[in-house]
């Protein structure tokens, strides 16, 4: 077997010396008793079992319904307890502080009053919800279900690299190739003891049930789901399965005298908890985007009147902003006097005079994001862009400064990819999944995203990113 | 009691899945005794191919039928087959069926949805010109038609007998004794009028090869023996009770699923529909076709088909 070693930044599997580190062993050694031939009948074996279960997500802006398969690679990723114990306190206290800014930015605004972020940046955000000013959503929980991305520096320790907050996508990666790897290379699973994923939907349904309004009459969970070309709606049928609770498209919907409802065959039946994988804007034509026809009519009002819970609660979005995010550590030391325990990336905020001059100048050495969007669109990569692309970016940038944010770019650790018969290094990062119900659980495991093309940075599915199977592991007997 | 629009999706997923198997099938029976009788009689062959085309509508108008024979077939066949424009052709079938499983994956088991993707996915793997090959041809078409089978035995043997079965077999149901009727209508005239003497072996094909089209001659045998006399044939077709591609064996399915479906206390219209043309089918129609009125009365039966389907999209999808 051939291994090729990362020439930059972390490498996940191999030390500075080149030895396997020690929970890495194991594995390469059964990988080494394969043949080359072997390892390509698995592999081969692995992408049918993909396209056959119909386990894919829909790319857009190329033709019409096009279904891809998120290509997955076998090789899996391994946390040892350790670091895992640092990751999980970590994102329980993150999720802590996002939950608290929230419950505070729509009704006290505690934090904007005594500046430990600036008022305007959150108010002017898009995601901010004027709407839902004075509104606490059931037991006051915003963020039910968040992945939040993570990635490691030169040295190895995880950084937190934003949180997402709305509708976070990709646990049924985590499962389902959990699954086949089980099926492809079950030898790997002898040697370690890996924590179990699949109780993930029991626990999000228990998340769910926690905020339904009617708890004594067996309340009613769905999952809203824009329709079948969304790009994950794979996903959305995969859990509504898992969970064994409809799935819903809006038009399934509908409102009636303060309630919600789904129209069946004979009748319609009240709906108690919408797990949303639709937007803000697109939820209730009525309150927010009006030509949205995926969402419900008058859906906004039941919710304010306590009689339906949405999941996540609508206006979350604002607090995964990338502008907010610089704000983090700030927040996490008002709201819980404790310092960060997962470090972030340091950001510059374009809002700023004194940043954006930094930005401006130092261009080619940053990566620029602009503060709303998300699966990697409307980036530009300073240190790869040529000088016409990185002016034509500051210009963009120029004519509104608040709705960018730079960072400089990490290296982002590699991990060994199987690719045309050798192992090479290719970058990774995390989206642990992390659940608010009744108390705050982290999934032990992850989606491990990966840059299948050589030397990129891009992680996203939509961009020629990949995904790996992610191994949290128990700790051993003394 | 499931979602309106999943109840569609299941009804259309059956429809489809079962227009799937009717296509395929057909298309390899017409492709037989078309071979078979080319050098015999050139113009029965294109008669069996216009009627293909009319019993499955979905060829371009403004493209009129080739003139030569072989033409015809080929334009027929591969149409038919992949062509993802013709609404009738298998590829399209087994696409919407696949569409309307996706849009209904939760209420599927993992079987039934992999077994209809693996067939769709095969299928996809072939065009115009691999398939131009009569062989290969054959092959495509043997193996969509087994994985055709297996969904539906997936759905048969794994799927809970819950209302959204109903809807997928209602729809499977429906779509079977619709197309029987059509092809009958369709068959019929020219069945009828045909004088025997003339070829007593091409005319027994004729009647053999409907039979193998609505994959009942094994069935006619079990009642009639080897002897093919065109009144018990169609007899047969119409009325016997224990086939399943009979129109009263399908018109008494849709009755009942339709009466499981609907509560008791309401009784609806397309339950009342059904309910009054299975009566007539079990009761009434020998003496119908005894008079000579059988065309009018297939007539009578398409209608009220239709008239079902309207009454089912109605009340219960909610289109």
Redesign the interface.
């Known amino acids: 077997m051939n291994w090729a070693r990362a020439t930059s930044g972390y490498d996940e599997i191999f030390d500075s010396e080149g030895r396997p580190r020690p929970h890495y062993a194991p594995l390469i050694s059964i990988l080494e008793s394969f043949t080359k031939e072997d390892v390509e009948r698995r592999e081969r074996l692995q992408k049918l079992a993909l396209?056959?279960?119909?386990i894919t997500f829909t790319v857009y802006g190329e033709k019409e319904g096009l279904e891809r398969i998120f290509p997955f690679d076998f090789v899996p990723r391994i946390i040892p307890p350790a670091e895992w114990k640092t990751i999980q306190d970590g994102l329980v206290q993150r999720i802590t502080t996002l939950n608290l800014f929230l419950l505070d930015v729509y009704q006290e605004q505690r934090c904007l009053k005594d500046r430990v972020i600036p008022p305007e940046l959150v108010l002017s955000r898009t995601e901010y919800k004027r709407e839902l000013l004075g509104l606490t959503p059931p037991k006051k929980v915003f963020t039910h279900v968040v992945g939040t991305d993570l990635i490691r520096g030169e040295s190895g320790e995880y950084l937190v690299l934003e949180d997402n907050c709305r509708c976070p996508s990709g646990v049924s990666y985590v499962l389902e190739n959990r699954t086949l790897l089980n099926r492809v290379f079950p030898e790997f699973f002898a040697s370690y003891p890996v924590r179990p994923v699949k109780e993930y939907p029991t626990l999000l349904l228990d998340t769910l049930l926690f905020v339904a309004p009617r708890p004594s009459q067996s309340p009613v969970v769905v999952v809203l789901s824009p329709?079948?070309h969304n790009s994950a709606?794979f996903e959305h049928?995969f859990l509504?399965?898992e969970m064994g609770v409809?799935?819903?498209?809006g038009?399934?919907l509908l409102v009636e005298g303060n309630h919600v409802f789904?129209?069946?065959?004979?009748?319609k039946?009240q709906v108690d908890v919408i797990y949303r994988r639709i937007d803000d804007d697109f939820l209730d034509p009525l309150t927010f985007q009006r030509d949205s026809l995926l969402g419900v009519p008058g859906l906004i009002n039941v919710y304010r009147e306590g009689n339906v819970a949405l999941a996540n609660a609508p206006g979350a979005g604002v607090a995964d902003d990338k502008s907010v995010y610089a704000f983090m550590p700030s927040l996490i030391k008002y709201y819980l006097g404790e310092d960060a325990l997962l470090p972030q990336v340091p950001t510059y905020l374009g809002f700023r005079k004194d940043d954006f001059k930094y930005i401006s100048e130092h261009l080619d050495q940053l990566v620029v994001k602009t503060t709303g969007d998300a699966g990697g669109y409307g980036m530009l990569m300073g240190p790869f862009a040529s000088a016409r692309e990185r002016e034509a970016h500051l210009a963009a940038m120029r004519k509104n400064p608040g709705n960018y944010i730079a960072q400089p770019l990490v290296q982002l650790s590699t991990h060994p990819t199987h690719i045309e018969g050798k192992f090479e290094p290719r970058r990774v990062d995390l989206r642990p999944f992390i659940l608010y119900g009744d108390r705050i659980r982290v999934l032990p495991g992850g989606l491990t995203r990966v840059a299948l093309r050589e030397g990129s940075y891009v992680v996203n599915s939509s961009q020629g990113g990949g995904s790996k199977d992610t191994w949290v592991l128990a700790p051993r007997e003394p | 009691m499931i979602l309106s629009r999943v109840a569609d999706g299941l009804y259309w997923m059956g429809r489809y899945l079962e227009r799937a198997e009717n296509t395929t099938r057909l298309l390899l029976v017409t492709e037989e005794l078309s071979t078979e009788v080319l050098g015999l009689d050139e113009h029965l062959a294109r008669c069996e191919w216009d009627d293909l085309r009319a019993i499955f509508p979905g060829f371009s108008e403004d493209e009129p039928p080739a003139r030569h024979l072989a033409g015809l077939a080929a334009v027929t066949l591969l149409g038919l087959a992949i062509d993802p424009e013709n609404r009738y052709s298998v590829f399209y079938s087994l696409k919407k069926a696949r569409d309307n499983a996706r849009s209904v994956r939760e209420a599927l088991t993992l079987e039934c949805f992999i077994n209809l993707n693996e067939t769709y996915r095969e299928l996809e793997g072939y065009n115009r010109r691999r398939l131009s090959d009569p062989a290969t041809f054959r092959t495509a078409m043997q193996v969509a038609h087994r994985g055709i089978l297996s969904a539906v035995g997936a759905i048969e043997h794994t799927l809970t007998r819950d209302a959204g079965w109903l809807f997928l077999k209602l729809g499977e149901s429906f779509e079977r004794v619709f197309r029987t009727s059509v092809i009958l209508r369709i068959k019929l005239p020219a069945l009828v009028a045909t004088e025997p003497k003339i070829d007593l072996p091409l005319f027994y094909s004729q009647w053999r090869s409907l039979l193998r089209g609505l994959s009942s001659l094994e069935n006619y045998r079990k009642v009639f023996g080897a002897r093919l006399e065109p009144i018990d044939v169609l007899q047969f077709l119409l009325f016997d009770a224990q086939t399943p591609r009979s129109v009263r064996y399908g018109v008494t399915a849709v009755k009942e699923y339709l009466d499981r479906i609907s509560s008791a206390s309401d009784l609806s219209q397309s339950v009342r529909i059904v309910g009054k043309l299975a009566a007539e089918l079990s009761y009434q129609g020998h003496d119908l076709i005894r008079e000579g009125q059988s065309l009018s009365f297939l007539d009578h039966v398409l209608v009220e088909l239709g008239r079902t389907h309207d009454a089912v999209s109605t009340v219960y999808f909610g289109t």
Do not use: C
Request: without cysteine; glycine residues 14%; aromatic residues 4%.
């Open positions: 396209l056959n279960q119909g329709g079948i709606y049928s509504a399965r409809p799935l819903v498209e038009r399934d789904m129209r069946r065959t004979h009748g039946r």
